[in-house]
C-alpha cells in the first residue's frame, strides 16, 4: 500500500480543509479513505478469551451505585466500598473462581477477567474485592485443604466472613521469606502461638485490617521442636462480632494514602495469641500432634516458592486491570483531544484539533500501540493462568513459566499505566486536572500497583535469574569444542545472530527513497530481530560477566551480583518488552479483515520501534544499528503517527467503553457542543456584518 505520510498527489477532499490553506490529516478514518478497522471484531480480540464475562461485568458496573464518588471522606469511601462488595455478592461476583461444592463456578480465568473490569468502576472496589476473594479466600483454598474450605469457604463467598490478607510487615515487604512473625507450636495444648516479637514485625498495608475484618491468614515463621520450618500460613480470628479486637490481638489505622481510600489498610500485631492445630493451612506442609513436621515437598526453598505460586493471580490481575485502567485514560485523552482546538494556522482560519498536531500525535499515538500490545500480551497470561490453576496444564514448568510471565509482564503494565495517565493528563490540559475528568484520581489509585504484590524491580530480577538459567542450560553438558566456538562467537561481538543482524544495522539498502529503505528494512522481521538480539546479548553479557561468582566467597559473589543488578533488571524489562511485542504480532496475524489488519500492522509497527527508540543508545553501543539506520527510526514513528491519526478514535472507541464507565466530561461530547457553538457564533457574527476588524487586518492596510 502507498505511504500516507508522501501521498502528495490527490487533493485533500475531506472537509476540514480551509480553502486556501494546507491540507491537513483526516480526522478520521472515514475521511481518510483508507484501510479501515472493524471496531467491533477489534473490541472482540482485546477483550479476549472470557469477552462474555467482562462485557458481563462492565454491565453490571453501569449502575451508579458502583462508581467512585469524588470527594468522598475516607471513611465514607469505604463504607461505600463495602456495600459494593455485597453488591458483587448479590450479582454471583464472588463465586466464579470457588469450587462449585462451595455454590462456585470452577472457573478461574473468568474470575480475573471480570475482577480486572471493576477498576473501571472505582480502583478501590477492585482491590478491595481482590484482598476479600483473591487473596484471604484464595489462601484458604489454595494453601488450605478441604477440612478448610467446609469450615470457612462459604461464609468468604457470602462475605459473612470479611478477611485479611496479612503477610506484609513493617519491616519486610517483598522479602517473604524473611518476616519476622513466629508461629511456635505447642504439643501440650496442640495450638500454634502466633507473635510479632518486635515492631518491624507488624503485619502492614493490610486491605481489610483497619475495620472490617474478622479473620485473617496470617503469614509466619512455623517454628516447632526448636526447628523453624520457614513460612507457612495459619487462619487466626481477628474480631468479635461487635467488631472489637479479640484477647491478644492489635492494631492500627494506615489513615489517609495516596489513593485507594475506599479500603480499609491496617496494621495488626499478635502477641502470644493461640490459634488451633487445624488453622495451619496445610496443603504444602503439617504439624501433627506430637510437634513432627512433614511435606511432601523436601526442599525448603521449593516448598516457599510453590506457596507463594499459589497466590500469584494477584499479580495476574494487576497486569490486566493496568491495562484497562490505561484504556480508559486513553478513550478519554484521544476522544477530548479529536474535539477540543487550540491555536489557528496564523491566516484566519479554524482553530487546529488537538490530534492534528505532530506532538500531540507523537505522546498519545505509541501509548496505544502499547496498550494494544499488553491487551494481548494479557490474554496469553491469562490463557496461561487459568491453564495452570483449572489442573489441565498443572505442571511445575507451567507453573514457573507462569510465575515467570507475570512477573515480566506486571511491572510493565503497571509502570506504564502510571506513565501513559500522566500523559493522557497532561494532553488535556487544565481538563484533566479536574478531578472530575477521572485522570488525576486515577493516577493515585494505580501509584500503589507498582510496588504491591511485589515491587516491580524485585520481580523484574527474579525474571532475570530465569533468563539467565535458561542460558546456563544452553551449555549444560556441552563439550569443549561446543564452548570455544561460542566463546569466538562472543569475542567478535555475534552472541546469537552473527553478522546479518549487524549488517542490517550498518548498511540501509538503496531503493531510492530513504523512507522507503527504511519501511522494508523495518518490518516486523527486522524488529523481532532487533529486540530479541538485544535480550539475548543482555543476558549473554550478564552471564560472562557473573561466570567468576561460581569460584568466589558467598560475599564475594554477592557484591559481584550486586554491581550488576541493574543490567539484570534491565534485561528482564527487555525480555517483557519482546513478550508483549511476539504476542502483539501473534494476534495481527489471527485477523482476517484486511483492513483491521493493516492498520493494526501499523499500530504494531509503531508499537516495536517505540520500543526501539526508547533504546536507541544501546543498539547504536553496541553497534546493532547505525546512526543513519537510527535517525530514520525516529522519523518512521513521525510517518506511522500520519497513517494512524485518522484511526485513532476507532481505535480506543474499540475499547468497548461505554459512557457510564468513562464516566469524563471531556469525553462526552461536551467538548464538540461548546466548539460547534463558538464556530456558529462566529459564522452568525461574520454573516451578519458586524464582526469587528482586527487590529492586524488595519495595519495590512
Given amino acids: 500500500m502507498a505511504d500516507a505520510a508522501v501521498r502528495t498527489s490527490r487533493p485533500a477532499t475531506n472537509r476540514r480543509t480551509p480553502a486556501g490553506g494546507a491540507p491537513r490529516a483526516p480526522h478520521s478514518a472515514a475521511e481518510a479513505a483508507e484501510a479501515r478497522i472493524d471496531i467491533a471484531a477489534v473490541e472482540n480480540m482485546l477483550l479476549g478469551t472470557w469477552a462474555d464475562t467482562r462485557r458481563e461485568t462492565r454491565e453490571a458496573i453501569k449502575d451508579s451505585a458502583f462508581w467512585q464518588v469524588t470527594g468522598q471522606t475516607k471513611e465514607e469511601h469505604r463504607e461505600r466500598v463495602l456495600t459494593q462488595l455485597h453488591m458483587l455478592v448479590d450479582i454471583d461476583g464472588s463465586r466464579r473462581a470457588f ?33 476479600q476473594w483473591g487473596l484471604f479466600g484464595s489462601a484458604i483454598y489454595q494453601l488450605g485443604t478441604k477440612t478448610h474450605w467446609d469450615r470457612w469457604l462459604p461464609a468468604v463467598i457470602s462475605l459473612e466472613l470479611p478477611g485479611a490478607f496479612a503477610m506484609t510487615e ?32 507488624w503485619k502492614d498495608y493490610l486491605g481489610n485490617a483497619a475495620l472490617h475484618g474478622k479473620a485473617a491468614t496470617v503469614f509466619a515463621q512455623l517454628i516447632t521442636g526448636g526447628v523453624n520450618y520457614g513460612v507457612h500460613c495459619f487462619f487466626v480470628p481477628l474480631r468479635d462480632d461487635e467488631g472489637a479486637f479479640l484477647p491478644g490481638i492489635g492494631g492500627e489505622d494506615d489513615g489517609v494514602k495516596g489513593g485507594l481510600n475506599g479500603i480499609d489498610n491496617g496494621r495488626l500485631h499478635f502477641d502470644h495469641v493461640r490459634v ?38 494477584g499479580r495476574v490481575s494487576l497486569d490486566g486491570a493496568a491495562t484497562t485502567a490505561s484504556a480508559l485514560a486513553l478513550k478519554i485523552a484521544v476522544t477530548y483531544g479529536n474535539q477540543r482546538r487550540q491555536f489557528d494556522s496564523g491566516s484566519g482560519t479554524d482553530e487546529v484539533t488537538l490530534l492534528d498536531y505532530g506532538k500531540h500525535q507523537r505522546r498519545l499515538l505509541p501509548l496505544i500501540a502499547q ?111 561446543a564452548l570455544a566456538k561460542f566463546a569466538v562467537g562472543q569475542t567478535a561481538g555475534k552472541v546469537f545472530h552473527g553478522a546479518g543482524l549487524r549488517q542490517l544495522g550498518q548498511a540501509v539498502a538503496d531503493f531510492g527513497s530513504t523512507a522507503r529503505s527504511v519501511e522494508l528494512g523495518l518490518r516486523a522481521e527486522q524488529q523481532h530481530e532487533l529486540l530479541a538480539g538485544r535480550v539475548e546479548q543482555m543476558v549473554a553479557d550478564l552471564a560472562t560477566a557473573l561466570r567468576p561468582a561460581s569460584k568466589l566467597a558467598p560475599a564475594e559473589a554477592a557484591d559481584l551480583f550486586n554491581q550488576h543488578q541493574a543490567e539484570l533488571i534491565e534485561a528482564a524489562r527487555a525480555h517483557g518488552e519482546l513478550l508483549q511485542w511476539e504476542a502483539f504480532s501473534d494476534g495481527v496475524k489471527a485477523i482476517q479483515d484486511e483492513g483491521t489488519r493493516q492498520v493494526l500492522t501499523w499500530l504494531r509497527d509503531l508499537f516495536g520501534l517505540h520500543l526501539i527508540e526508547k533504546h536507541l543508545a544501546w543498539y547504536l553501543i553496541n553497534g546493532r544499528l547505525s546512526a543513519q539506520r537510527a535517525a530514520s527510526v525516529s522519523r518512521y514513528i513521525g510517518r506511522l503517527c500520519t497513517r494512524l491519526r485518522p484511526h485513532a478514535q476507532d481505535l480506543v472507541d474499540a475499547y468497548g467503553l461505554a459512557p457510564e464507565h468513562v464516566r469524563a466530561p471531556i469525553a462526552s461530547g461536551a467538548e464538540q457542543e461548546r466548539q460547534d457553538e463558538a464556530r456558529e457564533h462566529y459564522a452568525r457574527l461574520k454573516a451578519s456584518g458586524d464582526a469587528p476588524t482586527s487590529e492586524k487586518a488595519l495595519q495590512k492596510k
Fill in 99 to 131: 469450587p462449585a461444592e462451595y455454590g462456585g463456578q470452577d472457573n478461574n480465568g473468568a474470575n480475573i477477567a471480570g475482577f480486572e473490569e471493576l477498576v473501571l468502576a472505582d480502583p478501590s472496589l477492585q482491590i478491595k474485592s481482590g484482598v
Fill in 170 to 201: 513493617t519491616g519486610h515487604g517483598s522479602d517473604v521469606a524473611a518476616i519476622g512473625t513466629t508461629a511456635t507450636y505447642d504439643p501440650d495444648t496442640e495450638e500454634f502461638v502466633i507473635n510479632t516479637p518486635f515492631r518491624g514485625a
Fill in 276 to 313: 488451633p492445630r487445624e488453622n495451619l493451612l496445610n496443603r504444602y506442609g503439617d504439624v501433627a500432634p506430637d510437634g513432627s513436621y512433614s511435606s511432601d515437598i523436601a526442599s525448603p526453598g521449593r516448598r516457599f516458592f510453590t506457596m507463594l505460586g499459589a497466590l500469584v493471580q
Fill in 371 to 481: 496498550n494494544y500490545a499488553q491487551f494481548f500480551a494479557h490474554d496469553e497470561l491469562l490463557t496461561t493462568f487459568d491453564g495452570v490453576f483449572s489442573g489441565r496444564n498443572d505442571t511445575p514448568d507451567e507453573r514457573e513459566n507462569l510465575e515467570t510471565l507475570a512477573a515480566a509482564l506486571k511491572p510493565l503494565s503497571t509502570w506504564n499505566a502510571l506513565n501513559t495517565i500522566q500523559e493522557a493528563r497532561e494532553a488535556c490540559g487544565g481538563q484533566g486536572f479536574l478531578a472530575e475528568n477521572r485522570l488525576v484520581g486515577l493516577h493515585h489509585d494505580l501509584d500503589v500497583y507498582v510496588t504491591f504484590e511485589g515491587d516491580n524491580n524485585v520481580l523484574l530480577q527474579l525474571v532475570g535469574k530465569r533468563l539467565l538459567a535458561d542460558y546456563a542450560r544452553q551449555f549444560k553438558g556441552a563439550d569443549a569444542a
